[in-house]
């Protein structure tokens, strides 16, 4: 490459590009951001809550749209589209088309009068039809950018040259009939492609019959029960009341070679148990029924969550697809009619509202895309990646991510966003920070004496707003002391107001401010940046939560609410007028990184970080790399494991910036992000090793099933692993049965192993394959080939491979020759022969994973494997800075998958190693030596681990003695105050939450009595 | 094979599953990848009279290589490997599945529509050499063009209803003389389409051997046939050098100089509609004749069935698919039900027709071709 450009185009602007945008800008890299509607966001932006965990998806999704809209180093190119690519990795040149949006975005300020004139109506896409919006629009409240734009497909002065209301009424002539958009080039040395997917058209399926208005799309009714939706939230049908049973009908555009839709969508089955779940929680008199084929409940948690739906809130589950839904002629009502899944009786129920489960299918705009960059596409129309480089197109220096690759959800997407972003700035490394611009905020202005609060109550919409009486909160905190002035905001996350907090800090000189609106832990952060844009310190700023606190908790007390606002905005006002500026401080820190665990994961992330230029040690407790690849032989894409094994280890074991520790194992670990230090122990090792980062890439292990299915009792019982060796070195069985969650989905182990059914359908062909005379049993609860992987599993059913449903309750038992099956189809016990018995396990997470999450004080989930700091949208990060996680040691996953992890948890890491410094945050807690008696209590509670005791020597008048006193190490602290509550002297203080300042709010709470 | 013995309690099977490798492997019904998630059963229009299960009967193969009379209820219609997400064709696998019967035993004769008297008569028509239809026509004896009348002879001898079959043949032949066609008559045998479905490959073979070789020698390029099974079997099912159209396909197109207002609904029948995908042709000719049509509640790809295919199952469970049918014919108002196939029109026609009905349908049932023929011919006010 004679080139290289320190810029990257990233393509899609749903939650994947948004993620290796905002990497791509914290590596030092400008990135274009393009997006071809008018806001970035994607679907993850139309859902309402996301599974398992039942997040409000807007509500993690919008700290994220802000960051984009604030990232210096990001250019944000919406309603644009690619229409050329030249040139070669390093060097390309990106044609975009700018489509017109008709409103200059420099002059409107989104006062939305235009919108109240325009007197054209249009189904609103963002609520998939369920209302109208104008021709005039903004896609929805949160939108980023927030700018108008006229839909020049249904504007009558556009279209007929009549009307021009909203030239008339806009004060600030704003509106531009002449735009005509542009076409610019921009030039950039990598690409990513992240477009997403499109929700197959259930038109193409008639006998659903989408054209009956009360049956809607899954994404329809997403919308639905949304408050931000067509009905608030309110379920509703098209006569107005609201349904008292609904049905889902799964596999609607996917598991159907029928109609060429062969892969499955990975992602509908938990959407569908989401939805009813949350309806469910609407109304609880409620009927909810789930028609799938399987279940495919395979990510982390989702076995739990579906497990919940079933037996605790009562989702009704009936592995049976509907011949379609049938509309009675007289009353419009709908019945589905299906067969009984435990005989052959057919049931005829009615439904009063039905939900099709839409699959997740390449869209239109993405093919296009795919032509014009060159790359190859899948026979699934997918963007063809090899499962060792999952976010590698077929043409250098263009990468891909998320559902443009194959369906996927939220986390999996993430980490392929920023698997992909690590890909490029791997190739663009020697231009980090060339083309980029560090954001500057104005000085801080003196603040004096006087205490000159703002407040801002926020109706978020309808959150707040149709619960508590916001303009009563205003005109109440207009009163409070302090308070030099007060106001409501629609959304005061929104662009236009955060510019408008910024001028009435301004306007009104003041030095403190409070938002009353939503939580801190997502919008804290927003607020803070925009006091600094308007000269005040960012720690003078309170947020009043009267949306989790009050409306929602409280949304049918109406006045019981207002009053809790009234009251929580008291407190917050009371506290803020204490606040005091906090300073943040750098630290010199070590760029180098750590990566514990030699698999395929902790390899390719060590690998990422080294070809960034950064120094990487890989340790591996065992004396050889590959982990638990090494226990297989076979990969599910056909090849040998060691095609992939192979050259990967040759390249950790030839690579300058990478030093690999075999026979190690880290025994203890001290400092905190940017400064850590690793004691590492092995025969010959005996070290203590500075580094900046570290990732945790332990794997997992695949469970000895002892006592489940007979294993150990009889010698002709193996796990997969030991199938794939007795495969390779040839076996003579003829009669094979195979036995799915041998140890896995059981009150024991309650999740899905995930990867085990795609291991059995792989090796079930190998040995169809092998000898096509040999029979294949596949005993079975759910088959969960998901993704792609169903065509393994149509393929093994092709091969004659056969496949039988066993339930919990009824389990296959195992004698020495025979296996006892009852069959729930036919209602009968059969014996079937075997010459050999295999069991998939699950993979277990190690036990060493316990003392490992002592070391680095990350936590376990219940299944013992790492828990991530966000199941959606931070995969690969743990709360505790610094410390990253990738592979099996976050939940068991396919090879693909551990791989993508591994890239991104190498993205994420080196977001800290590019920096030039690090900083403190400046809200820590901090400890007052004389008070301090060196009790060591608030060592135990610090949940990262600041505090440290460390010797002194006390000289007194006349005694001097040896002890230990607390110091808090300000990289680490959080600010938490856990410690300042433990203290028994008081030596600590919280710097951010003083003992004033929380007398002050329970004094301010006790006026209210 | 399996050995099947029975257990202390309940029934328990033990089955030698293992001894060879199965058989359904690689069959063209695809069934192997049947994912048992019961759509078929759900919409199969045979299910709504009797207690068939299409996902039972495939997964007892699949899984035990088990069999299931349950094949003899399958009324090969078709909706269900329409639907099928998985393209799994049952009909396909039921027609195999017969095949390997030995359809004469004993249990299967019985199970076939008036004793058998159809599939006897083609049986003996392999045997006959000098055996032909018994319509004595000949056409243009040069003409390139062969119009083939199925068992219009047969069914007149044997179908004591209210219906003239013959009157198919000589509107086919008069329309296509109309068109300027010119046909020849084809004097031809049984096409075979019951034995096929039945099973009886051994005599369809045979009727497919010696129809072939007497079209071959007839000298025609196309050949035209006024039943929808022929159709189905002459295209589907032997392999011709020549064309094969149904007489819609022609008539969709021609100017009959035909202008009649009369309301009429259409009944696809399966060979022609599901089987073959023609749903426009016989729909395009009757509006291009004046005739508005009103359309049933279930029409085209989703339509029910007159419940007699291939000749299998005239019951009282078939019967109430008829009335079904019949019923939602009266729905539309329409003053004729036109039909394209001669089984559907026999036995939609017999049940109007039955003796002290309890049903009263006031429309008439008629074949396309004599709809048209008499619309030309003003017939309508005889």
């Given at each position: 490459m004679s080139k290289l450009v320190g810029a990257i185009a990233v393509a899609g602007g749903g939650v994947a590009g948004i993620q290796s945008a905002i990497d791509l800008a914290n590596n030092g890299l400008k990135v274009y951001l393009i997006e071809s509607s008018t806001s970035i966001g994607g679907k993850m932006s139309q859902l309402d809550k996301t599974f398992p965990t039942l997040d409000c998806s807007m509500c993690t999704l919008s700290p994220k749209l802000a960051e984009v809209s604030r990232h210096p180093n990001i250019e944000l190119l919406t309603y644009s589209e690619i229409t050329g690519i030249e040139g070669e990795a390093g060097d390309f040149t990106v044609t975009v088309k700018k489509k017109p949006t008709f409103v200059d975005p420099d002059k409107c300020t989104a006062c939305e009068l235009c919108v109240s004139k325009c007197p054209v109506k249009v189904p609103d896409e963002y609520n998939e039809g369920g209302n109208d919006r104008k021709a005039i629009y903004l896609?929805?409240?949160?939108?980023?950018?927030?700018?108008?734009?006229?839909?020049?497909?249904?504007?009558?002065?556009?279209?007929?040259?009549?009307?021009?209301?909203?030239?008339?009424?806009?004060?600030?002539?704003?509106?531009?009939?002449?735009?005509?958009?542009?076409?610019?080039?921009?030039?950039?040395?990598?690409?990513?492609?992240?477009?997403?997917?499109?929700?197959?058209?259930?038109?193409?399926?008639?006998?659903?019959?989408?054209?009956?208005?009360?049956?809607?799309?899954?994404?329809?009714?997403?919308?639905?029960?949304?408050?931000?939706?067509?009905?608030?939230?309110?379920?509703?049908?098209?006569?107005?009341?609201?349904?008292?049973?609904?049905?889902?009908?799964?596999?609607?555009?996917?598991?159907?070679?029928?109609?060429?839709?062969?892969?499955?969508?990975?992602?509908?089955?938990?959407?569908?148990?989401?939805?009813?779940?949350?309806?469910?929680?609407?109304?609880?008199?409620?009927?909810?029924?789930?028609?799938?084929?399987d279940v495919r409940a395979f990510g982390k948690g989702f076995e739990e969550f579906y497990q919940k739906a079933k037996n605790k809130t009562g989702v009704r589950f009936i592995h049976s697809r509907p011949s379609g839904v049938e509309v009675d002629p007289q009353t419009n009502k709908l019945s589905l009619k299906y067969e009984l899944e435990d005989s052959n009786g057919i049931r005829q129920e009615e439904f009063d509202m039905v939900v099709l489960s839409i699959g997740l299918t390449p869209s239109k705009s993405s093919k296009q895309l795919v032509n014009i960059a060159g790359v190859e596409m899948d026979d699934l129309g997918f963007v063809k990646t090899m499962i060792d480089r999952p976010v590698e197109t077929t043409r250098h220096g263009i990468f891909v991510s998320g559902s443009m690759k194959a369906p996927k959800d939220i986390p999996d997407t993430v980490a392929d966003a920023s698997g992909a972003a690590s890909k490029a700035s791997s190739l663009l490394s020697s231009e980090r920070g060339s083309l980029v611009t560090e954001k500057q905020y104005p000085s801080e202005k003196e603040i004096g004496d006087e205490v000159r609060t703002g407040v801002v109550v926020c109706r978020c919409g309808i959150n707040i707003g149709n619960v508590v009486d916001v303009p009563n909160v205003v005109e109440y905190a207009n009163g409070l002391s302090g308070v030099v002035f007060a106001k409501e905001e629609v959304y005061a996350c929104s662009s236009d107001s955060i510019v408008g907090i910024a001028d009435m800090v301004k306007e009104h000189d003041l030095n403190r401010v409070v938002v009353a609106s939503c939580t801190p832990r997502t919008h804290e952060p927003l607020f803070r940046e925009t006091l600094m844009e308007a000269g005040l310190n960012p720690y003078m700023f309170e947020l009043a939560n009267i949306r989790e606190h009050c409306s929602w908790v409280h949304q049918h007390e109406k006045d019981k609410a207002t009053k809790k606002a009234r009251d929580t905005v008291r407190m917050s006002v009371s506290r803020a007028n204490l606040l005091q500026p906090l300073y943040k401080e750098r630290v010199e820190f070590d760029n180098s990184g750590l990566v514990i665990g030699g698999g395929i994961a902790g390899m390719n992330a060590a690998l990422d970080i080294a070809d960034k230029g950064f120094h990487v040690t890989l340790v591996e407790k065992m004396s050889e790399l590959g982990g638990l690849l090494n226990t297989y032989t076979t990969l599910q894409d056909g090849r040998s494991t060691n095609e992939v094994l192979e050259p990967l280890i040759a390249r950790v074991g030839s690579h300058d910036n990478l030093t690999v520790l075999i026979d190690t194992e880290l025994v203890e670990l001290e400092g905190s992000m940017g400064n850590f230090t690793a004691h590492l122990k092995g025969p010959g090792v005996d070290e203590k090793l500075r580094c900046g980062v570290c990732i945790i890439a332990t794997g997992a292990t695949e469970l000895m099933p002892e006592g489940y299915f007979s294993y150990g009792k009889y010698p002709n019982i193996v796990t997969q692993s030991k199938l794939e060796h007795m495969i390779d070195e040839g076996i003579s069985d003829n009669n094979v049965v195979f036995i799915q969650c041998a140890g896995g989905r059981n009150d024991e182990r309650p999740y899905c192993s995930r990867a085990c059914c795609t291991v059995a359908v792989k090796n079930a062909i190998r040995l169809k394959k092998d000898d096509p005379k040999r029979n294949v049993y596949i005993l079975y609860r759910?088959?969960?080939?998901?993704?792609?992987?169903?065509?393994?599993?149509?393929?093994?059913?092709?091969?004659?491979?056969?496949?039988?449903?066993?339930?919990?309750?009824?389990?296959?038992?195992?004698?020495?020759?025979?296996?006892?099956?009852?069959?729930?189809?036919?209602?009968?016990?059969?014996?079937?022969?075997?010459?050999?018995?295999?069991?998939?396990?699950?993979?277990?997470?190690?036990?060493?994973?316990?003392?490992?999450?002592?070391?680095?004080?990350?936590?376990?989930?219940?299944?013992?494997f790492f828990l991530e700091a966000h199941i959606k949208l931070r995969p690969v990060e743990f709360a505790n800075e610094g410390v990253f996680l990738c592979g099996t040691a976050q939940a068991p996953k396919l090879v693909d998958e551990a791989v993508s992890q591994a890239s991104a948890a190498a993205s994420r890491a080196c977001t800290i190693l590019s920096s030039d410094f690090l900083e403190t945050i400046g809200n820590v807690s901090v400890v007052d030596p004389e008070l301090c008696i060196g009790c060591g209590r608030c060592t135990l509670v610090c949940p990262y681990n600041a505090p440290e005791l460390k010797e002194i020597v006390v000289e007194t008048e006349e005694i001097t003695y040896n002890t230990k006193k607390c110091e808090i190490n300000p990289t680490i602290c959080k600010g938490c105050g856990s410690c300042a509550v433990e203290c028994p002297t008081g030596a600590i203080t919280s710097r951010h939450f003083t003992e004033s300042q929380i007398m002050a709010v329970i004094k301010a709470y006790g006026e209210g009595l | 094979m399996a050995n099947i013995s029975k257990g202390l309690i309940g029934i328990s099977i033990h089955i030698e599953l293992f001894n060879d490798n199965k058989s359904v492997c690689n069959m063209s019904s695809n069934i192997q990848l049947c994912y048992q998630c019961g759509k078929c059963t759900a919409i199969c229009p045979v299910r709504r009279v009797i207690n068939t299960s299409p996902r039972n009967t495939i997964y007892q193969a699949n899984v035990y290589e088990m069999d299931s009379d349950d094949i003899w209820n399958c009324l090969t219609c078709n909706l269900c490997y329409d639907e099928c997400p998985q393209d799994v064709n049952y009909p396909e696998f039921v027609r195999e599945n017969r095949t390997k019967k030995d359809r004469v035993g004993a249990g299967a004769g019985s199970r076939v529509a008036h004793n058998g008297v159809f599939t006897l008569l083609s049986d003996m028509m392999v045997d006959l050499d000098k055996s032909r239809t018994g319509i004595n026509e000949k056409g243009n004896e040069n003409s390139k063009i062969g119009y083939y009348p199925g068992c219009l002879d047969f069914q007149d001898m044997f179908f004591n209803v209210d219906v003239n079959f013959r009157e198919i043949a000589d509107s086919s032949m008069e329309l296509l003389d109309e068109m300027g066609l010119d046909p020849k008559f084809l004097q031809m045998k049984c096409c075979g389409h019951d034995q096929l479905w039945q099973g009886n490959s051994i005599t369809f073979d045979k009727l497919k051997e010696q129809n072939t070789k007497l079209i071959e020698e007839s000298g025609i390029e196309t050949l035209v046939t006024s039943c929808a099974e022929c159709y189905r079997t002459l295209s589907q099912d032997y392999d011709l050098p020549i064309k094969v159209v149904h007489i819609s396909q022609l008539l969709q197109d021609a100017d009959l100089g035909i202008d009649s207002d009369v309301n009429v609904t259409y009944h696809d029948a399966c060979r022609l509609g599901r089987h073959m995908g023609e749903y426009d042709a016989p729909r395009d000719a009757l509006t291009n004749s004046g005739a508005s049509i009103t359309e049933m509640k279930h029409n085209k790809k989703d339509a029910w069935c007159c419940g007699i295919s291939s000749m299998m199952n005239c019951n009282d469970k078939s019967k109430a698919l008829r009335k079904a049918r019949l019923d939602e014919a009266k729905d539309t108002g329409a003053k004729v039900l036109i039909t394209t196939c001669p089984k559907c029109l026999a036995h939609l026609t017999c049940m109007k027709t039955e003796q002290d009905s309890v049903e009263n349908y006031e429309y008439e049932i008629k074949d396309l071709t004599v709809f048209l023929a008499e619309q030309k011919g003003g017939k309508n006010n005889e």
């Open positions: 896609a929805f409240p949160q939108a980023v950018p927030r700018v108008y734009t006229i839909d020049a497909e249904n504007c009558l002065y556009l279209t007929k040259g009549k009307c021009g209301k909203c030239v008339k009424v806009c004060e600030n002539d704003a509106i531009n009939y002449d735009d005509k958009g542009e076409e610019i080039e921009i030039n950039v040395g990598s690409i990513i492609l992240s477009t997403g997917f499109e929700p197959f058209d259930a038109s193409q399926l008639e006998q659903y019959r989408i054209d009956h208005p009360d049956v809607v799309t899954s994404i329809q009714f997403e919308r639905q029960l949304s408050s931000s939706g067509p009905f608030e939230g309110h379920v509703t049908l098209s006569d107005g009341t609201h349904p008292k049973k609904i049905a889902w009908i799964q596999c609607i555009g996917s598991r159907s070679p029928e109609i060429g839709r062969r892969n499955c969508s990975s992602v509908c089955c938990m959407y569908a148990t989401k939805e009813a779940t949350v309806a469910m929680e609407h109304d609880p008199d409620l009927e909810t029924t789930i028609f799938n084929i759910d088959i969960r080939t998901f993704g792609r992987w169903e065509d393994l599993y149509t393929q093994a059913r092709e091969l004659g491979v056969v496949f039988m449903r066993y339930t919990e309750d009824k389990e296959p038992e195992v004698g020495e020759k025979s296996i006892k099956m009852f069959d729930h189809l036919l209602n009968m016990d059969f014996d079937i022969n075997y010459d050999l018995l295999v069991l998939s396990a699950p993979l277990v997470a190690p036990e060493t994973n316990e003392s490992l999450a002592s070391i680095f004080k990350v936590p376990l989930d219940s299944n013992k | -």
